[in-house]
């Protein structure tokens, strides 16, 4: 699936400072008209975060639901982003939510 069939522009990737993507990468982003934003130095937290979050849509989500198609999935994917961010309890200050006032 491309972002274009999607009907969807990327405009920002979020890299981290890893050698292995050279300046000649964000040089072909910049012409696709992308903007690299570089993560801070040291900070190991920021991708285990979105691979946390990645994990739990999968193991939660995708791995016990038949997705017919590309609409479905989508619908699917914002109303679990929906229960994750209003409804469901998250370890924290008072259990709050990220989207609600603190208790």
Not at 24 to 51: C, K, Y
Not at 68 to 75: G, S
């Amino acid at each position: 699936m491309d972002l274009e069939d999607a009907g969807c522009q990327a405009r920002l990737l979020i890299g981290d400072r890893d050698a292995k993507f050279p300046e000649l990468f964000n040089v072909v982003l910049a012409d696709a008209g992308i903007r690299v934003v570089l993560t801070g130095v040291r900070m190991p937290r920021t991708h285990t975060v979105m691979e946390r979050w990645v994990q739990t849509g999968r193991r939660e989500l995708l791995d016990r639901t038949l997705i017919w198609n590309r609409r479905h999935l989508l619908h699917a994917l914002r109303e679990f982003e929906t229960f994750c961010n209003e409804h469901r309890p998250h370890q924290g200050i008072a259990a709050a939510r990220p989207l609600t006032p603190l208790p």
